[in-house]
């Protein structure tokens, strides 16, 4: 059934077929879809942006509200600002749509504790995209990852949202990491990827050739 | 081909009818008029001789006499006895080329680029209308025939006709935006005929070209090393079409990019490497057009990396092909203006991603005081971002007209770069403590977090009650920041452009471990090698050739 409608929605992504307002119910109905199954096609979604754009009378706000926040799912990835791109100065006046800026800013501050306050605060908002909060803690545990080698166990469930212990398990479980006796939790040993380089002029033989051969 | 296509034709139809009464140039502006009626009864010589040379070469297909015609002789003229007023009306010169149809479109094509470029105020809403009905002419003419039409033209007015008809439309997206100073007369004629300039018309041009002349699968089979030939159709192996192809991708990745679709913009190139020489790579400005949209549309992705590594390709070319460009053309002035941008793109790309690049490049940044204003970037006025950027952004557009009910007082022309301008200042702000903090991690190996966060805090004149352990949240929110914003996409092998691995960019690095920041940099010599020997090789090179001149 996914596969179908994939398939369905290709063809309709493809030359002068993307700018078909007919197209708009398809693909609006498809971004429901990815809400409530968990997908995600990034191309599809700016195409309903875009008819949106050419057709402003067509506009729908929740199918937007919802475009954004898929696009927040899908961080570090920067689907979002492609979105925001999109969008016109009226659009951005309204309320929901100000409150999904506002968490992308944010979360792309990486200010995860402020995060999830603000989401805890509006359960609605979130709670139509299907495994919203964890495609969040993803993009954390991704910049955790690059950044700690290792991690106070307070310091990493405030992050995840205020997590309680056994999803904090399954989290750190997940990505391979180590809970040690002291508290802390070791990501990885961080020493292998970042280390001083020291990069040196190296001249080929066959450049330095042609001169050498030349001065006589 | 699709459901757009019919209502431009329709239009056409219309026109063809109304065709001699509506093609009337009695605007109502008397000195205009006078002019006109002086123009039709003096034609110099010289203009008439050029205009049948010129026709005749057309058809018969002799494409480098096209060349040297279209490239020295119009300019020329055009200096010489237009300078600042248009070219004969099509009316009066047709007797001249036995009413070619065929010639008389293209004409038209160069009299009203012309009247864009230098006939001062700007067209008229009657010349920006029989423009875009003369470009309908002349793609239903190359599109609709069974078999390739028996045109030859040079790729240069290939590409400055797609240039041009994006240029175009773009000029009037903005002219229609402007609804103060319309007249009522105007109104009313931009919202009955709101098929022609419409988004969704040029679009369909732009693909209907591409499609036709199997422009993506020639570029995906020639990529792979095969034969393009031998998937290019009939339409696709002659160069018209082919070329038209070519310059319509890239006339889409100007669309898109205009429309803030930034995605589709750099899809759109798949299987054009920007910086290989290719068969289809022959107009420098194409060239130069297209890695400024490229370069732009990573910036805005935040693939600082590919839009650095895009800049400084072409730039590098720009230095060292200089003489072409300095001719005063408005096609030369577009580049030049180009050129200028993109140097503003490339300072705004290396302090928000500071990485090493062509010593060449560098001079021209220090030579042109762009260090001053990275300098100024780097410290945190975000007003200089603002200012390089809106200076070297495309004019961006909204596609859809402003409403029928609007008043005159919201901005419609300034709204597309405001949107745009916002995204990208978004991105700047959330990035704004990463060169302090870079500044600081350059001076140590290892430093605990405690005192980098007493360094970024407030001094101890303020709040002191702020304690160590709150402002050490807030460090390490910039610093999980820093990692996050440093670790983009980059492209490093595959067709599109749009592929890419995630890499980090900093040549400064760090992790955190218990209380402790250890911090790793990259340090890179500096490369004379390289420089040396370029100029050696130029300086025997010459002594060669002075060794040769006979006094």
């Not at chain 2, 041009?164 to 402007?178: I, K, N």
């Not at chain 2, 992790?511 to 420089?531: N, S």
Request: contains cysteine; hydrophobic residues 35%.
């Amino acid at each position: 059934m996914a596969e179908a409608m994939r398939q369905t929605v290709a063809k309709m992504l493809t030359g002068i077929e993307r700018y078909n307002p007919d197209n708009l119910q398809t693909l609006e109905s498809y971004v429901e879809y990815q809400s409530r199954e968990n997908t995600y096609d990034l191309e599809a979604n700016l195409a309903v942006l875009k008819l949106y754009q050419f057709n402003p009378l067509r506009y729908n706000s929740n199918i937007t509200c919802q475009i954004l926040l898929k696009a927040l799912t899908n961080f570090p990835h920067t689907d979002f600002v492609l979105c925001k791109c999109l969008l016109s100065e009226k659009h951005l006046a309204d309320p929901q749509i100000g409150h999904i800026m506002y968490l992308a800013d944010i979360l792309e501050s990486c200010d995860f504790q402020q995060f999830w306050t603000r989401v805890h605060s509006m359960p609605e908002l979130c709670s139509q995209i299907t495994g919203f909060h964890d495609s969040i803690r993803k993009f954390v545990c991704h910049v955790v990852g690059i950044t700690f080698q290792t991690v106070d166990r307070i310091v990493l469930a405030k992050l995840l949202g205020g997590v309680d212990d056994q999803t904090l398990k399954h989290w750190v479980k997940k990505y391979g990491w180590r809970e040690e006796d002291n508290g802390m939790v070791f990501i990885a040993n961080q020493d292998e990827n970042i280390k001083t380089k020291n990069i040196t002029e190296k001249i080929d033989f066959e450049n330095a050739a042609a001169i050498m051969a030349a001065s006589h | 081909m699709s459901y757009i296509n019919d209502d431009y034709v329709e239009n056409y139809d219309t026109y063809a009818y109304n065709g001699s009464l509506e093609y009337d140039p009695h605007s109502g502006e008397p000195h205009t008029e006078t002019d006109y009626d002086r123009q039709s009864y003096n034609i110099p010589d010289m203009v008439k001789k050029f205009l049948t040379y010129f026709r005749n070469c057309i058809s018969e297909g002799l494409l480098f006499e096209i060349q040297n015609l279209y490239e020295s002789s119009f300019p020329k003229l055009t200096e010489q006895y237009f300078e600042k007023k248009p070219w004969p009306d099509e009316t009066d010169i047709a007797y001249l080329v036995d009413e070619d149809s065929v010639f008389l479109i293209l004409y038209k094509e160069l009299y009203f680029r012309h009247i864009y470029a230098r006939v001062s105020g700007c067209p008229t809403i009657e010349q920006r209308f029989n423009s875009f009905y003369n470009y309908c002419d002349l793609f239903n003419y190359i599109l609709d025939a069974d078999q390739p039409v028996p045109l030859e033209l040079p790729d240069q007015w290939l590409w400055e006709l797609v240039d041009e008809f994006v240029y175009q439309f773009q000029s009037f997206a903005q002219y229609r935006a402007r609804i103060q100073k319309k007249t009522p007369e105007e109104l009313e004629k931009l919202h009955t005929q709101s098929k022609v300039w419409n988004v969704l018309c040029v679009l369909n041009v732009l693909h209907s070209l591409v499609d036709k002349s199997k422009i993506k699968r020639q570029l995906e089979v020639y990529a792979s090393g095969g034969d393009p030939d031998s998937v290019a159709g009939d339409f696709g192996r002659h160069s018209l079409y082919k070329m038209l192809g070519y310059f319509s991708l890239v006339g889409l990745l100007r669309l898109h990019s205009l429309l803030g679709d930034y995605y589709q913009a750099i899809k759109v190139l798949e299987n054009i490497e920007l910086n290989k020489k290719s068969q289809y790579s022959h107009v420098p400005a194409c060239q130069i057009s297209t890695s400024y949209y490229v370069g732009f549309a990573y910036m805005m992705m935040r693939r600082y990396s590919d839009a650095i590594r895009t800049f400084s390709s072409i730039l590098l070319y720009i230095q060292r092909t200089k003489q072409l460009f300095q001719s005063r053309t408005y096609q030369n002035d577009q580049i030049n203006k180009q050129t200028e941008q993109m140097y503003h793109l490339l300072a705004i790309c290396l302090v928000l991603h500071p990485q090493c690049i062509d010593e060449s490049i560098h001079q021209v940044l220090r030579e042109k005081n762009y260090h001053e204003k990275m300098y100024k970037m780097q410290y945190g006025e975000l007003s200089e971002f603002e200012t390089c950027f809106i200076f070297a952004c495309p004019k961006f557009l909204s596609p859809a007209p402003p409403p029928l009910d609007a008043t005159g007082d919201y901005d419609y022309v300034k709204e597309a770069t405001k949107r745009q301008t916002q995204v990208f200042m978004d991105e700047v702000r959330q990035q704004k403590m990463l060169p302090t903090i870079r500044s600081y991690l350059k001076l140590y190996t290892t430093l605990p977090l405690s005192k980098l966060a007493t360094f970024m805090g407030p001094g101890p004149s303020q709040n002191d009650s702020r304690d160590l352990k709150e402002e050490i949240e807030a460090l390490i929110i910039h610093l999980l920041c820093f990692k996050h914003k440093m670790k983009n996409v980059v492209w490093t092998r595959g067709t599109s452009g749009l592929e890419g691995k995630f890499q980090s960019g900093s040549e400064l690095d760090f992790y955190i471990d218990h209380e402790m920041i250890h911090i790793a940099d990259t340090k890179v010599a500096h490369r004379y090698g390289d420089f040396f020997i370029r100029k050696i090789l130029k300086f025997e090179d010459l002594n060669r050739k002075l060794r040769m001149i006979k006094i």
